[in-house]
T-cell receptor, first 114, second 115 residues
Framework: DAGVIQSPRHEVTEMGQEVTLRCKPI?????LFWYRQTMMRGLELLIY????????DSGMPEDRFSAKMPNASFSTLKIQPSEPRDSAVYFC????????????FGPGTRLLVL | AQTVTQSQPEMSVQEAETVTLSCTYD???????LFWYKQPPSRQMILVIR??????QNATENRFSVNFQKAAKSFSLKISDSQLGDTAMYFC????????????FGQGTRLTINP
């Protein structure tokens, strides 16, 4: 079975540019999560969706960040404009059932903003 | 707010030895889930083991087992017969049953298995 798929795996961009990260959850899963991992703050939840609806976006740092889930098999996390402090590894995870089921993580996108 | 603490930033053991990683957490909830995730150098987050707080029996998965002490809010991971492939960062994580499906992670323990 395919796991959570993320693209790109690596992204290098310049400050001020728009960055779009993509995620395909495991087929049949109906909850999707975006996490960010940095040395300073560790792993933190940015936003999560249940049945394509954003449920909790309290972890989104600021208005420069936005996330969408237009259908059950695709989600994007966009940063516009990007800043050097956004450099991090961004993980997408999915789970099944809408309850507190185990979250399965994608391989992550390593973002470097110069 | 829930917090998770891993007091051992780094550990190192010889191959085939047994190692225990510590984790404590703070919550006022009575029902919740606890997890250990492994992050090897590839950076992939891999689920190692999961424990439901309402279950008294400690979870086991092959060479991995936990010691869940609910009253002490402690959730340690024991790796038996350690292998070189166990070298990774290990994260303890907490999730409530009620409310947000949010994993709260500890800071991680970097485990090195030496040949």
């Amino acid at each position: 079975d395919a796991g959570v798929i993320q693209s790109p795996r690596h992204e290098v961009t310049e400050m001020g540019q728009e960055v779009t990260l993509r995620c395909k959850p495991i087929s049949g899963h109906n909850s999707l999560f975006w996490y960010r991992q940095t040395m300073m703050r560790g792993l933190e939840l940015l936003i999560y969706f249940n049945n394509n609806v954003p449920i909790d976006d309290s972890g989104m740092p600021e208005d420069r960040f936005s996330a969408k889930m237009p259908n059950a098999s695709f989600s994007t996390l966009k940063i516009q404009p990007s800043e050097p402090r956004d450099s991090a590894v961004y993980f997408c995870a999915s789970s099944f059932g809408g309850t507190q089921e185990t979250q399965y993580f994608g391989p992550g996108t390593r973002l470097l903003v110069l | 707010a829930q917090t998770v603490t891993q007091s051992q930033p780094e550990m190192s053991v010889q191959e085939a030895e047994t190692v225990t990683l510590s984790c404590t957490y703070d919550t006022s909830e009575s029902n919740y889930y606890l997890f250990w995730y492994k992050q090897p150098p590839s950076r992939q987050m891999i689920l190692v083991i999961r424990q439901e707080a309402y279950k008294q029996q400690n979870a086991t998965e092959n060479r991995f087992s936990v010691n869940f002490q609910k009253a002490a809010k402690s959730f340690s991971l024991k790796i038996s017969d350690s292998q070189l492939g166990d070298t990774a960062m290990y994260f303890c994580a907490f999730m409530t049953v009620q409310g947000a499906q949010k994993l709260v992670f500890g800071q991680g323990t970097r485990l090195t298995i030496n040949p």
